[in-house]
């Protein structure tokens, strides 16, 4: 569930801005983000509230500091990926940043289980970064007078478990990334893929209620950066985990993201489920973003449903709304009856050989709104 504020963007069947702030009101919602503000330079401490009625550039010509991050409000639910993406600059690595301090936020609430982090003594923050959140840099930043095995304990090292028990906790997480016998390997013994899986590893050890991924694979060659998505899929699969992963990259964050926050310049432009942003973009920007992605690896039958006629056979295949238009395709070649597209027992549409063609072809028709 997410929600933004400038611009206030709600994408075609995405969930309103009000239940998203009821169920972080409720305590659903595992990190929630409220109207989070980043200034770089000099008037950053005398800035005593939010500049809202300025533009990014007009505050830096007056002020010569910088916006990083402009009004940010998001919530993350346990164990969905929640991807962060935009081009360099767009303020999403200093985001990810804010969210455990690493940056110290301007304004603004970072909530994680209703708990406020900007309000944690260091004490309580370092507890944070120790026990309940783990990153996962670009640069692996592996320690390379230091085996594989204890590389992956390390965390657990810095929190003060003991040794017998830290290196049977890395064994585990050893096995779980598929580096069994590379336990008494160096970082430069090890592939670029390897070493990411040994950060993977290492962040997995510390049993983190949120993972954070800081671009980590827009360093590694194709083939290798798509076994490591596939990686995380699997882990999140196996592990259930929070995650929240910033990228530059569109297709890793459809492929990823349970939900996208798309940033620019600082702000959130658009929020909401892959669908959501491919087949209902908020602006020429998001547009340009997804111009070349095939909508129906992407978007489900309830974009391309339209109501039955009296013409229609309804006895064809079923399918819910929910299900992606190349998963029927099919079921859309065997029968020359529409597919009737059901939820709950309930009819909601039909979607005949036409718009499936159509949107395999990418051809819009005049109204793709659900």
Request: glycine letters at 8%; one cysteine or more.
């Amino acid at each position: 569930m997410t929600t933004a504020t400038e611009p206030s963007v709600t994408s075609p069947g995405a969930t309103p801005a009000a239940p998203a702030r009821e169920a972080s009101a409720a305590g659903t919602s595992t990190i929630s983000v409220r109207s989070l503000w980043k200034i770089f330079g000099p008037a950053e401490g005398k800035t005593t509230t939010p500049p809202t009625e300025e533009s990014s550039q007009e505050f830096r010509k007056r002020t010569g500091s910088t916006i990083a991050v402009r009004d940010v409000s998001f919530d993350v639910e346990p164990g969905e990926i929640f991807v962060v993406m935009g081009l360099s600059g767009s303020g999403k690595s200093t985001l990810i940043r804010c969210l455990t301090r690493l940056i110290e936020p301007t304004f603004g609430e970072i909530l994680l289980d209703g708990d406020d982090i900007r309000k944690a003594d260091q004490a309580k923050l370092r507890e944070l970064r120790r026990r309940r959140f783990s990153m996962v840099f670009q640069h692996f930043g592996l320690l390379p007078h230091r085996r594989v095995l204890d590389n992956i304990a390390f965390g657990l090292e810095i929190r003060g478990d003991s040794k017998a028990d830290r290196l049977a906790v890395a064994r585990r997480m050893l096995t779980l990334v598929g580096l069994e016998g590379h336990a008494n390997s160096y970082p430069d013994q090890l592939s670029g893929g390897q070493q990411q899986r040994v950060g993977l590893a290492r962040a997995l050890a510390v049993d983190p209620e949120v993972m954070l991924f800081d671009e980590p694979f827009s360093a590694l060659d194709p083939l290798i950066r798509r076994d490591m998505q596939n990686e995380v899929l699997r882990l999140h699969n196996e592990v259930g985990k929070t995650m929240i992963f910033i990228t530059h990259d569109l297709a890793e964050a459809l492929k990823l993201g349970d939900h996208i926050l798309i940033m620019r310049d600082g702000r959130v432009v658009q929020s909401g489920r892959p669908e959501d942003l491919v087949g209902a973009p908020a602006d020429g920007y998001v547009e340009d973003f997804v111009r070349e992605v095939p909508k129906s690896r992407v978007l489900t039958l309830r974009w391309i449903a339209r109501p039955p006629t009296p013409e229609d056979d309804l006895t064809g295949p079923t399918f819910p709304s929910t299900a992606v238009i190349r998963t029927v395709v099919h079921a859309a070649v065997a029968s020359d009856k529409p597919i009737r597209v059901v939820d709950d027992g309930a009819l909601v549409g039909v979607v005949d050989r036409v718009q499936i063609l159509n949107a395999i072809a990418g051809v819009e028709g005049e109204d793709t709104t659900p």
